[in-house]
């Protein structure tokens, strides 16, 4: 058999979970977020779902405006653009667009200030998981090719070379 209760006290009703986030989002003091979906936290902000662990959505678009002068210090960035040059979607600043697979693809060092203008855009198709970019006082870094390591080479007594760009070494 079963048996049916009855309470004078309701159920208590569950409160909502908050949504989860990959880090927690502290007050934003660089960025505002003036209109769409980006989130700023503390000194950087990023692209919708970015914080969340997730691709950003198509036709989903932002301004971001700057609150204090500084530097753009690019930690994340994977913003679709086209093989043939150009981009699909971008981080605009200032009028330049950016995109692509890489940090180095984003505005890193770019100099910003109360006036400069920032943007998100992404078109209807392909979506990626954006960025994350902040604002620091001094240039960041820049990020430079590793120089291919080199051979020590001693003087040639084997053979020689005529022609060509090849080296005979030992």
């Known amino acids: 058999g079963f048996a049916i209760c009855m309470a004078d006290d309701p159920v208590p ?8 986030t990959l880090f927690p989002c502290d007050t934003a003091t660089a960025f505002s977020i003036t209109s769409g979906d980006c ?16 691709e950003h959505g198509n036709q989903e678009s932002c301004t971001i405006t700057v609150l204090q002068s500084g530097y753009l210090d690019v930690v ?4 679709e653009d086209r093989s043939s040059g150009g ?19 984003g505005p890193q060092g770019v100099q910003v200030d109360t006036s400069s203008s ?9 979506t990626e998981l954006g960025a ?6 001094t240039p960041p ?6 120089p291919a390591p080199t051979m020590p080479c001693d003087t040639a007594t084997a053979f020689s070379i005529d022609s060509g760009g ?5």
């Open 13 to 20: 009703s569950a409160e909502p979970t908050p949504a989860p």
């Open 39 to 54: 989130t700023a936290c503390g000194d950087c902000f990023h692209t919708p779902g970015y914080i969340l662990g997730e």
């Open 76 to 79: 994340a960035f994977d913003v």
């Open 87 to 105: 981009c699909w979607d971008d981080i605009t600043v200032d009028g330049t667009e950016y995109c692509g697979e890489e940090v180095s693809d």
């Open 118 to 126: 920032m943007s998100f855009y992404s078109d209807g198709s392909v």
């Open 132 to 137: 994350e970019i902040c604002l620091t006082q």
């Open 141 to 146: 870094p820049t990020i430079s090719p590793t």
């Open 166 to 170: 090849c080296t005979a070494c030992g």
